[in-house]
């Protein structure tokens, strides 16, 4: 399956304790975002980076949250000094440039954080 | 303030039957709108897009409507079937930025044998 993948796929972590995400896009998909997703609500843009460049943030990603994509292959998404509050899933989407505006989404990261 | 609302309960139907989703926002002017299906535990997948200068779109049994004065969109399935069941997300979306989307809640959708 050449599809997004995820890894983990569910975290389990105590509150102020530091987690980090992958994410492996398609292949040739130059655009890379994260969102979060809570129970009941559609995905939350985070962040979008275009190559190896984080070219957008939303407000949402505060200052405990740092994401990299250093080689404009892979993913990482870092929360540090977890809160209750992180706890939802983690979802990772590429796509390619141009016209076609798809999204191709892993299959996420679960975190919870007692 | 800006809001995406879509049917915030389950649609229950029959085996058979056309399934119509609606999808309305507010203070948005999107360039196009997808809608996205999600099954629990997975990611959305990616089913359908229209462009703001198209008043419909079709494939297969899905068809997708667009309506950006009355800032609606109305997404159906006809001849529905049980495996349709999922929850039914739809996305706002603008050209010249970098693709990014914003979601409804979506809509879970139950088709009955």
């Known amino acids: 399956d050449t599809g997004v993948s995820q890894n983990p796929r569910h975290k389990i972590t105590k509150r102020g304790q530091n987690v980090t995400f992958r994410c492996d896009p398609i292949?040739?998909?130059?655009?890379l975002y994260w969102y979060r997703q809570t129970l009941g609500q559609g995905p939350e843009f985070l962040t979008y980076?275009?190559?190896?460049?984080?070219?957008?943030k939303s407000r949402l990603l505060s200052d405990r949250f740092s994401a990299e994509r250093p080689k404009g292959s892979f993913s990482t998404l870092e929360i540090q000094r977890t809160e209750q509050g992180d706890s939802a899933m983690y979802l990772c989407?590429?796509?390619?440039?141009?016209?076609?505006?798809?999204?191709?989404f892993g299959p996420g990261t679960r975190l919870t954080v007692t | 303030s800006q809001k995406i609302e879509q049917n915030s309960e389950a649609l229950n139907i029959q085996e058979g039957k056309t399934a119509t989703l609606t999808c309305n926002y507010t203070?948005?002017?999107?360039?196009?709108l997808q809608w996205y299906r999600q099954d629990p535990g997975r990611g959305p997948v990616f089913l359908l897009l229209?462009?703001?200068?198209?008043k419909e779109k079709r494939k297969e049994r899905l068809k997708v409507t667009f309506d950006t004065t009355l800032k609606q969109s109305l997404f159906h399935i006809t001849a529905s079937q049980p495996a349709d069941s999922a929850t039914y997300l739809c996305?706002?979306?603008?050209?010249?930025?970098?693709?990014?989307?914003?979601f409804g809640a979506g809509t879970r959708l139950a088709v009955h044998p």
């Open positions: 989407a590429s796509s390619l440039p141009g016209r076609t505006r798809e999204q191709y």
């Open positions: 292949s040739e998909h130059n655009r």
């Open positions: 980076f275009q190559n190896e460049a984080q070219l957008e």
């Open positions: 203070n948005y002017s999107p360039a196009y």
């Open positions: 229209i462009r703001e200068n198209e």
């Open positions: 996305a706002l979306g603008w050209s010249g930025g970098y693709n990014k989307l914003i």
